[in-house]
């Protein structure tokens, strides 16, 4: 099956400065990559997606790149503000699969 | 707004004790998941079910079994708890084919402690 490896597993910014976290996968199948947070006390929310025909999506200050040739896709957050501090999950789903494959979680401080 | 509700967001059990985690979602979604979260591992599979009366291992699936009687339903079962399996469990439900294709909607959690 998929692993999905998930770095760093913690991350401190300055407010204001961007931050990335990036996540690796084994099986260059798969086809979809979701990120999710996890603010403290409350259940992980879909925050954005990327699709394995696609580069690179953009959210406001949030943006999802994929590298199928390297099987990797990375989160970036820009402008940091102390509401994006959470713990932060990617994952990955292979074509026909019923489950996702997470990572390990990074949790992101936003220091005012 | 799609709604996965667990039973208990707090239990204390007695290790030996048989434990049932409740969880029903009202979207009429086919695929339902168990997740175990510890800190530093992350989500944890531990079953999954795509239909009723279906279910699949997940990744750590050991002292757990499932039950989808019904399709809005899938319950968590612990046949003789361990203080090993003191843990945050999460409930999840998703259609993978419908409007929001790929988003899991995760219920509030049931943190388990097993003295």
């Known amino acids: 099956g998929e692993n999905v490896e998930q770095h760093p597993s913690t991350l401190s910014v300055q407010e204001g400065d961007s931050a990335v976290i990036k996540c690796t996968y084994s099986?260059?199948?798969?086809?979809?990559f979701p990120w999710y947070k996890q603010e403290l006390g409350k259940r992980p929310q879909l925050i954005i997606d990327?699709?394995?025909?696609?580069g690179e999506k953009k959210d406001q200050r949030i943006a999802v790149t994929l590298n199928k040739t390297a099987k990797h896709f990375s989160l970036h957050i820009t402008e940091t503000q102390p509401e994006d501090s959470a713990v932060y999950f990617c994952?990955?789903?292979?074509?026909?699969?019923?489950?996702?494959?997470f990572g390990t979680g990074t949790r992101l401080t936003v220091i005012p | 707004d799609v709604k996965v509700t667990q039973s208990s967001r707090y239990l204390v059990k007695r290790t030996g004790e048989k434990v049932f985690l409740e969880c029903v979602q009202d979207?009429?979604?086919?695929?339902m998941f168990w997740y175990r979260q510890d800190p530093g591992l992350g989500l944890r599979l531990i079953y999954f079910?795509?239909?009723?009366?279906?279910?699949e291992k997940g990744d750590i699936p050991e002292g757990y079994s499932v039950s989808r009687e019904k399709k809005e339903r899938f319950s968590l079962i612990l046949e003789s708890a361990s203080t090993n399996q003191t843990s945050m469990y999460l409930c999840?439900?998703?259609?993978?084919?419908?409007?929001?294709?790929?988003?899991?909607?995760f219920g509030e959690g049931s943190r388990l402690t097993v003295l």
């Open positions: 990327i699709r394995s025909n696609v």
């Open positions: 979207m009429d979604h086919e695929n």
């Open positions: 994952a990955a789903k292979e074509p026909g699969a019923n489950n996702l494959f």
């Open positions: 099986d260059s199948a798969s086809n979809y």
């Open positions: 079910s795509y239909d009723v009366k279906m279910k």
């Open positions: 999840a439900s998703t259609e993978w084919g419908g409007p929001n294709t790929g988003e899991l909607f």
